[in-house]
């Protein structure tokens, strides 16, 4: 079997596609001042580009792992994300508090889907 890595670059690939799966790394916003609305909507957007690249798309998402600097922005990004996805193809999904690699990084997502 094939194994695609979508984007790598020296320390991991964007996804990995393997098996009819793709395997999402965690992503981030490029744009660490925003909010949390706007960093989330940052990371969909990829994630968007990712599963297109790999011949999938938000549909086909079987889970996702969401990790969040402060549940006080919970709500913010439950909103954005329920915006985002179609309520018939949610996938499975877990969300933990983290701490992340800079304080500015308030949102952090990977994910497995289907292709």
Known sequence: MTITRIDPNPQFAQAT???GFVFIAGQIADDWDKDIVGQS????????????????DKSRLLSLTVF??????YAAYKAAYVGWLDAETMPARATVAAEMLDPKILIEIQGVAAV
Not at 41 to 56: M, V
Not at 68 to 73: E, G, L, R, T, V
């Open 41 to 56: 909507e940052e990371i969909f957007a990829k994630i968007d580009a990712i599963l297109a690249a790999a011949t999938s």
């Open 17 to 19: 596609v393997h098996g």
């Open 68 to 73: 969040i600097k402060d549940f006080a922005d």
